[in-house]
């Protein structure tokens, strides 16, 4: 039986940004040193109008000053440029670096994740969180924080305004309390909104991540167009929520555009009749309104960071979900660090187990029993083949043996050690494994095979691929081993991949070789070749066959029987026809099928 899903507890997604923005303080540090060079720089534009102002109010203003005020506003132009362009480059270089670590971070977690994990998670809301979710955290990171360190400007002219006129200031600040208000409900709003988002932008892509592996089923039956139809109904909610995002996101701009027209309004009125009452000088007013003009591009960036905060901390926290998964199936505190698997015998003592299942929602559902009381003993070098009906729990055995899932009751060992305590690094390297459902790499034929060894030579490829009887493929293609596959193999037949996999098996050596149905797509008498040539390599590992064929396994060392999750039977090929039974009446039905086909 799998474990009980376990999941550590989140963390918060702005400790988690934190932790991997740390490495890179100093440019962090030094972006927001030049930040505030540029906001300190920007400070002296109304300082130097007010001073023209001033000049031509007492009608000192030459052509020599006006000169140099001009050369002094392109000089302030220049150094907050040049300012912002370090800024920038500092910030998004550190962000980058940051969304590096935290994707690889990601990627690695998961390719540590057990089986128990993929069969509740779907392959499409995985890749949403590698790339949507990740994206967002990256703009929290980079263009975000560069925001926030720009909001400085705020206080900063804050305190340049009250030095100006403290009066006219708090007049300016009026508006504040209905700013606060618009702000709140905002955030409110936009977290709860982005979260829909990036839920929905998950569905989209498992729906399209399905609809691709499943173009040719799609097409056999003809169903493309209720496909493109329930696609279309996830499109249309996706747009849905991003327009919702988008309306509020459109409303805070305006408002905030408004707000602060409204605050230059006040301040233009307000400060015109202080200096028609000559309680303010106009060089201080005009001053005042460049500082407020200022002003205008924090404000207004306000709502835009808070887009940013929100999508940001919605994406981290949805990949520490991932983060926070706990494999099922990893090394515990017994195992034998320095455990090697040199014989490759194997031994099940009285194993049981039973699939997990989730509905939606969470909600775990009582497992229903595959395997029951299995018993069986393997010794190194022999031959063991797996027969039985359908669903029986044949696959269910291998995947015990090759740790996909830990029994719920009793152990397997291998060289007399209980597999939970040997590591798992060197369990798989120590089996070679052809499943049922092989699967192959867009790559080239070479890399599919040295997959598992991509330092081997040629010779070991060559046999490799001799004794899977695969060489004549290799010969009939015009690049040979550089023939470049398409998706999953797909320019290959079904035995192709199969003879494929089993050389990529084959030349990792190893100690024990499991084929769980790996010749269903050849003819019998291709699998009796392929077979027959394995028989060399195969009397030097234990092995583990699964066939519905019975003509294949009857030389096999050990036949085991499995029906309904038990051992119904156990012997070599011949004791098991004399007892009589399910293996014999297989026998039988298939002996009878094969004199059919050649009648």
Same mark, same amino acid.
């Given at each position: 039986m799998t474990s009980e899903?376990?999941?550590?507890?989140?963390?918060?997604?702005?400790?988690?940004?934190?932790?991997?923005?740390?490495?890179?303080?100093? &440019?962090?540090?030094?972006?927001?040193?030049?930040?505030?060079?540029?906001?300190?720089?920007?400070?002296?534009?109304?300082?130097?109008?007010?001073?023209?102002?001033?000049? =031509?109010e007492n009608n000192?203003?030459?052509?020599?000053?006006? =000169?140099?005020? =001009?050369?002094?506003?392109?000089?302030?132009?220049?150094?907050?440029?040049?300012?912002?362009?370090?800024?920038?480059?500092?910030?998004? #270089?550190?962000?980058?670096?940051?969304?590096?670590?935290?994707?690889?971070?990601? =990627?690695?977690?998961?390719?540590?994740?057990?089986?128990?994990?993929?069969?509740?998670?779907? #392959?499409?809301?995985?890749?949403?969180?590698?790339?949507?979710?990740?994206?967002?955290?990256?703009?929290?990171?980079?263009?975000?924080?560069?925001? #926030?360190?720009?909001?400085?400007?705020?206080?900063?002219?804050?305190v340049l305004m009250i030095y100006?006129?403290?009066?006219?200031?708090?007049?300016?600040?009026?508006?504040?309390?209905?700013?606060?208000?618009?702000?709140?409900?905002?955030?409110?709003?936009?977290?709860?909104?982005? &979260?829909?988002?990036?839920?929905?932008?998950?569905?989209?892509?498992?729906?399209?991540?399905?609809?691709?592996?499943?173009?040719?089923?799609?097409?056999?039956y003809g169903i493309a167009d209720r496909e493109i139809a329930a696609f279309t109904r996830e499109s249309q909610k996706y747009m849905r929520e991003n327009m919702r995002l988008a309306y509020i996101m459109s409303l805070a701009w305006p408002l905030i555009g408004m707000t602060i027209a409204f605050m230059i309004v006040l301040v233009v009125w307000s400060g015109g009749a202080m200096v028609i009452d000559d309680a303010l000088k106009l060089e201080d007013l005009t001053g005042f309104v460049v500082c407020m003009l200022m002003l205008v591009w924090p404000l207004a960036e306000f709502g835009w960071i808070l887009t940013l905060y929100q999508r940001g901390a919605v994406g981290m926290r949805r990949i520490n979900e991932i983060l926070a998964e706990i494999p099922a199936i990893r090394d515990g505190e017994n195992t034998q660090r320095e455990f090697e698997i040199e014989r490759g015998g194997i031994r099940f003592e009285n194993v049981s187990f039973a699939y997990r299942h989730t509905k939606e929602g969470g909600v775990s559902i009582e497992p229903a029993p595959v395997l029951h009381d299995v018993?069986?003993?393997?010794?190194?070098?022999?031959?063991?083949?797996?027969?039985?009906?359908?669903?029986?729990?044949?696959?269910?055995?291998?995947?015990?043996?090759?740790?996909?899932?830990?029994?719920?009751?009793?152990?397997?060992?291998?060289d007399g050690c209980d597999l939970r305590r040997i590591p798992l690094r060197a369990l798989r390297r120590a089996v070679g494994f052809v499943p049922q459902d092989t699967f192959l790499f867009s790559d080239t034929i070479r890399a599919n095979i040295t997959f598992g060894v991509p330092d081997a030579a040629q010779e070991q490829i060559d046999h490799a691929c001799d004794a899977a009887r695969f060489a004549e493929?290799?010969?009939?293609?015009?690049?040979?081993?550089?023939?470049?596959?398409? &998706?999953?193999?797909?320019?290959?037949?079904?035995?192709?991949?199969?003879?494929?996999?089993?050389?990529?098996?084959?030349?990792?050596?190893?100690?024990?070789?499991?084929?769980?149905?790996?010749l269903s797509s050849v003819d019998t008498h291709t699998e009796e070749e392929i077979l027959q040539r394995l028989k060399q390599v195969m009397a030097t590992r234990t092995s583990v066959i699964i066939s519905h064929r019975i003509s294949t396994i009857r030389h096999a060392d050990l036949i085991l029987v499995v029906d309904d999750g038990r051992i119904a039977d156990q012997g070599t090929h011949d004791e098991l026809v004399t007892r009589g039974g399910l293996h014999a009446g297989m026998y039988q039905r298939q002996l009878l099928e094969e004199e059919l086909e050649r009648a």
């Open positions: 899903r376990t999941v550590k507890t989140l963390r918060s997604p702005f400790l988690s940004i934190l932790q991997y923005n740390r490495p890179y303080w100093r &440019e962090y540090l030094a972006g927001s040193m030049l930040s505030a060079m540029f906001v300190l720089i920007g400070l002296a534009m109304p300082l130097v109008v007010r001073s023209v102002v001033a000049q =031509f000192t203003m030459t052509p020599r000053f006006l =000169f140099l005020y =001009f050369i002094g506003l392109l000089c302030v132009g220049a150094g907050t440029g040049l300012a912002r362009y370090w800024e920038r480059t500092l910030i998004i #270089t550190a962000s980058r670096k940051s969304e590096y670590d935290l994707r690889n971070d990601l =990627f690695q977690h998961v390719q540590t994740l057990s089986q128990e994990f993929f069969h509740r998670t779907q #392959t499409g809301d995985i890749m949403a969180r590698a790339t949507n979710d990740l994206n967002y955290v990256r703009m929290f990171i980079g263009p975000g924080i560069m925001g #926030t360190i720009d909001m400085m400007r705020l206080p900063l002219t804050l100006l006129s403290g009066r006219l200031t708090l007049t300016a600040l009026i508006p504040l309390p209905l700013v606060s208000l618009l702000v709140y409900g905002f955030v409110t709003f936009m977290h709860r909104q982005s &979260e829909r988002v990036q839920r929905q932008y998950s569905v989209i892509t498992a729906r399209t991540h399905e609809s691709l592996a499943g173009a040719r089923v799609v097409q056999a018993n069986f003993e393997v010794p190194s070098g022999k031959t063991v083949a797996i027969v039985g009906p359908t669903g029986s729990g044949k696959s269910t055995m291998v995947s015990l043996l090759t740790r996909e899932y830990d029994p719920a009751a009793g152990r397997i060992l291998v493929t290799i010969d009939a293609l015009p690049g040979r081993y550089e023939t470049l596959l398409g &998706e999953r193999g797909v320019n290959l037949s079904g035995g192709q991949k199969q003879r494929l996999a089993i050389a990529r098996a084959l030349i990792c050596d190893p100690k024990i070789l499991i084929l769980d149905d790996a």
